[in-house]
């Protein structure tokens, strides 16, 4: 009963996150190239993924890295932009009033925070304890 519950596990989880994914990955482009229909996109981006899941191991590796290397650039380039918006510098000053506009900082309250750190703490928690249940049995024999 546990390997059929492990595969709709990975079926449900891993396999719809791809394909919302490659969806969401249309939709940005879309802004983009709005001539070229989303279709295009989302079976491009499948194929893609499935290219890196089949190449042998080392490309594998490599290719994460080069996506993580991506992200890490990303980040510093927003924390750089962000506080160049926020001080003036190469921008017109726009300062902290964001945070005290519109109802100020978190208008709606704390809800919202909280039920994100729900989402992001229990989504995958199903996932990963079926996978230690694995574990366990694969080191016992």
């Known amino acids: 009963m546990g390997g059929i519950r492990r595969s709709l596990d990975v079926l449900v989880l891993h396999d719809g996150g791809v394909g919302s994914e490659v969806v969401a990955a249309a939709i940005y482009c879309k802004f983009w190239f709005p001539g070229t229909p989303p279709w295009i996109w989302i079976g491009l981006f499948s194929l893609v993924i499935l290219y890196v899941n089949t190449t042998s191991i ?11 290397m991506i992200k890490v650039v990303t980040i510093v380039a927003f924390l750089i932009l962000g506080t ?13 009033a964001n945070f005290t506009a519109h109802g100020g900082f978190l208008p709606n309250g704390w809800t919202g925070v909280g039920l994100g750190v729900i989402l992001g703490l229990f989504s995958s928690s199903e996932l990963k304890l079926s996978e230690a249940r694995q574990v366990k049995r694969r080191t016992r024999k």
């Open 58 to 68: 080392g490309n594998l590796g490599t290719f994460e890295y080069w996506l993580s």
């Open 84 to 96: 160049a918006l926020l001080t003036g510098i190469g921008f017109p000053r726009l300062g902290f």
